[in-house]
């Protein structure tokens, strides 16, 4: 089990995160749910060990992961928010890199690739390097990447944008089938639909504190509201929407 | 009514957009010249350019104060010499003929040298030289004209090229035109530097408009590695000129004063300027019909390569606007990296780590132009060091022979070391941070492999031409020995960090590597081959001390700015023609 215990982060007089908690079990996809500013890019990157935390710490199975944060990381599979990769590289010359640097074996690693790339509908491209993927694409490659070495954690940043349809309807299904493998997946989204289908748990943050965290179902019963949207917009305290868009035309005609 | 003052409203607006589109483009190409993506500090990058144009400035300077006391003497001699009639009038007039030799040698001088700069400032900013798909994606939705845009951006190459040639050019021409006309009067002193000025800066158009054609033509015709791989071929080139240029005129003095013969010098550039020269200055031999000619050509050579140059960046233009809807990217067999890379996995068969490292910087180098940039100058300042050897060689020609794939190897690598320091898009560096270990044993291993399978094919083959197998294992030796020394200085996967401007302290540090340019040619061929296989093995348990200093983490500043890169950055000047 995945443990956040008391997280605080700052970045010089800026709080980004203030005593975040929450637990993360195999088998279970969490969502992890905010606007932006709610520190949930800190959070995913305390998590995947890229950042440090001003206290707190991250616990697995008990221990503290952050303290032997190679091990840790070796456990881990990141699709971070933005496709940002070496343009340079083809497809496959990335998913190499990233699986000698996971130490994947050298002969499992060309055949992974090859079967990711066929069943992620890229494979066609895999002599064109990634500057002329599109968005959708560089995202397929990034989700590849992060479950070459078959890691025991997952976090996913923002991980269907840019995919089309039928690509994100396979990868929401390969999200939750990770989960049934008994494996931890933390799922970071802005698109509630998307987290309303593939999460069992949710934590919101706003303002870098934890406003909700339960499951998607005992929220809505807990605050009688219909959808998770409902709930996000409770918990969050949104502005009237209605009231707001009305004042951005009138801010574009002026 | 309403609607026709609407209209003209419109236009208005619409016109007032265009004036203001230009003003926002021109400053924003003229800036893209001075940018780079891979240095964190304007302020050091501009430093850095300064310390570059002083490096240039300095040696011809030096070549003219060498020079102007001969042509001072001699103009002073005739001057003060009063033959008899018929006595001696051959000799005052074989020394006027000198006089006017070395006033047009010194012309060719600084001409050539002023070609041979901007050439090299222009190369230097290849990329931003035409359009690219960036400029065609992030211009292509604005309501701008095309022709708006074109001509801002020559307006800026314009610009550039002015600057550039006034700030290699004006101090010349100011010396050259007091040093040559004290004896003549003040007529003589604004000819002389105004026609020095016309003509230096009239070659250095010839070149810098050659090169934005090229530029153009190649982003037409070819893809972005072409653009590349010709970028740094020509920085290469140019370097070696600059070098070759300086070392020839400091080691060879007896070619002043030779006479220029329009017969046999009529294709060369520099003499087409020289007689331009003539004709500017109004004298006699301006006068005369080969020298008219020369300069006409040379003035049709600078109008008709302006020409080309515009019409290349049209037709980039429109290329990229086409290319920006339609992207298509194949690294190409020399993208590939095949040799160099299989020699580099014979060092590491079965550590995936260093071989994921030793692919990543064989393959990056292979592919992108701001890593072939030191390496191509490296190797350069090797040649030009070899160049230097056979013109001062005293008899020892096999000698020589033996130490230019060492002096060779040397300098690339330098220059290889150095590309190191060079990010390779910054923002990607994550996926070593969150994907490697942070320390390894098996990153400095990586790097010696890259080292070694980069230099390593190309010097033996050399070295095996020259002087056989024992030579060429020689050669191979002192190879890994250099990459064993350098990976020392390493402490960190290339180009994953942003560049510190003046990190490489060529001013301080300049005495270590020519000691060390000295150590791993001339010194590494006079001893015994056990000594090398010596100092191999101990640099390697020297290495294998160092892992702990080791790390794939970002230092904080560059966490920060991982996202804050960017090249056409249009939105700020958007923003200050919107408020206008």
Not at chain 1, 16 to 27: K, L
Not at chain 1, 94 to 104: C, E, K, W
Not at chain 1, 202 to 230: M, N
Not at chain 2, 540 to 547: A, K, S, V
Request: glycine share 8%; aromatic share 8%.
């Amino acid at each position: 089990m995945l443990a956040i215990d008391r997280l605080t982060r700052h970045y010089g007089a800026l709080v980004a995160i203030q005593d975040v908690s929450f637990e993360a079990r195999p088998g279970e996809v969490l969502g992890l749910l905010g606007p932006n500013g709610s520190g949930k890019s800190t959070t995913v990157k305390i998590l995947t060990g890229l950042l440090r935390p001003t206290s707190g710490a991250v616990r697995l199975d008990g221990a503290d992961a952050l303290a032997d944060l190679q091990h840790y990381k070796s456990m881990i599979g990141y699709v971070p928010e933005e496709p940002h990769l070496y343009s340079y590289l083809t497809g496959p010359e990335y998913l190499r890199l990233v699986g000698r640097l996971r130490g994947v074996p050298e002969r499992a690693l060309d055949d992974k690739i090859d079967r990711f790339l066929q069943l992620l509908d890229i494979y066609d491209d895999r002599y064109q390097t990634l500057s002329s993927y599109s968005k959708g694409m560089r995202q397929k490659v990034l989700i590849a990447a992060a479950v070459l070495h078959n890691p025991r954690i997952v976090i996913l940043d923002e991980a269907f944008s840019g995919l089309d349809v039928s690509a994100a309807r396979v990868l929401k299904t390969f999200v939750r089938a990770i989960a049934d493998d008994g494996k931890i997946v933390v799922f970071s989204s802005h698109v509630l639909e998307v987290v309303e289908q593939v999460c069992s748990r949710v934590v919101i943050l706003k303002d870098g504190r934890i406003v909700g965290h339960d499951s998607v179902a005992r929220l809505r019963a807990t605050l009688q509201l219909p959808t998770l949207d409902a709930v996000f917009a409770s918990l969050v305290k949104e502005d009237d929407v209605d009231s707001r868009s009305r004042r951005l035309i009138e801010a574009m005609r002026a | 009514m309403i609607a026709r003052l609407k209209a003209s409203r419109d236009r208005y607006v619409g016109r007032a957009f265009q004036a203001t589109g230009f003003g926002v483009l021109f400053r924003t190409f003229f800036a893209q010249l001075f940018t780079s993506e891979t240095v964190t500090s304007d302020v050091q990058l501009r430093q850095a350019m300064m310390w570059v144009l002083a490096f240039i400035l300095t040696p011809c300077l030096l070549i003219l104060i060498q020079v102007f006391p001969l042509f001072q003497l001699l103009v002073i001699r005739i001057g003060r010499i009063h033959p008899p009639p018929g006595v001696i009038v051959r000799a005052t007039a074989v020394r006027n003929l000198m006089a006017e030799d070395m006033l047009e040698w010194a012309i060719q001088v600084l001409v050539g040298y002023s070609m041979v700069t901007v050439g090299l400032v222009a190369v230097f900013v290849w990329d931003a030289l035409s359009f690219d798909r960036r400029d065609a994606m992030v211009l292509g939705p604005m309501p701008l004209r095309g022709s708006t845009i074109i001509t801002s951006k020559l307006a800026a190459l314009t610009a550039f090229l002015l600057g550039s040639s006034a700030a290699v050019n004006l101090l010349n021409a100011v010396v050259f035109g007091l040093e040559t006309s004290d004896q003549f009067g003040a007529r003589a002193l604004v000819l002389h530097f105004v026609g020095c000025l016309v003509v230096t800066c009239a070659g250095a158009t010839l070149v810098f408009g050659a090169i934005v054609m090229i530029r153009g033509t190649i982003a037409v015709i070819g893809g972005p590695r072409l653009a590349a791989a010709a970028g740094s071929l020509l920085q290469f080139a140019f370097v070696v000129a600059l070098l070759a240029f300086v070392i020839g005129l400091f080691a060879s003095p007896t070619r002043r004063g030779r006479l220029v013969i329009p017969t046999l010098t009529s294709w060369s550039p520099t003499t087409w300027f020289v007689a331009w020269f003539e004709v500017l200055r109004g004298s006699d031999r301006g006068s005369w019909p080969e020298f008219v000619a020369l300069a006409r050509r040379g003035m049709g050579a600078v109008a008709m390569v302006v020409g080309g140059a515009v019409l290349a960046s049209i037709a980039a233009f429109q290329r990229q606007m086409q290319l920006a809807l339609t992207p298509s990217a194949s690294p190409g067999p020399l993208g590939r990296a095949r040799v160099s890379r299989a020699v580099a996995t014979l060092f590491v068969p079965r550590d995936h780590i260093a071989r994921a490292t030793s692919d990543f910087i064989l393959t990056t180098i292979a592919r992108s132009r701001a890593q072939q940039a030191p390496i191509a100058i490296g190797a350069a300042v090797g040649l030009a060091l070899v160049v230097l050897g056979f013109v001062r060689e005293r008899g020892e020609i096999a000698a020589m022979l033996l130490v230019v794939p060492l002096l060779l190897a040397y300098w690339t690598a330098i220059g290889l070391r150095a590309s190191f320091f060079v990010p390779s898009e910054l923002a990607a560096s994550w996926t070593f941070h969150a994907n490697a270990p942070d320390r390894s044993l098996s990153y400095r291993r990586g790097i010696r492999a890259s080292i070694f399978g980069f230099l390593a094919p190309g010097a033996a083959l050399v070295a095996l031409a020259i002087g056989g197998a024992g030579h060429a294992v020689r050669v191979a030796l002192v190879v890994v020995a250099l990459a064993n020394l350098l990976v020392l200085t390493i402490d960190f996967v290339p180009f994953t960090r942003a560049y510190e401007p003046g990190h490489a302290k060529l001013k301080t540090r300049w005495p270590l590597y020519a000691f060390g340019s000295y150590a791993f040619s001339y010194g590494a061929l006079k001893i015994p081959i056990l000594y090398v296989v010596l100092g191999v093995l101990a640099l390697e348990l020297i290495g294998r001390r160092t892992p702990s200093r080791w790390s794939t983490a970002p230092r904080e500043e560059d966490f920060n700015s991982l996202s804050a890169v960017t090249v056409l950055d249009l939105t700020g000047g958007a923003r200050a023609a919107l408020t206008r």
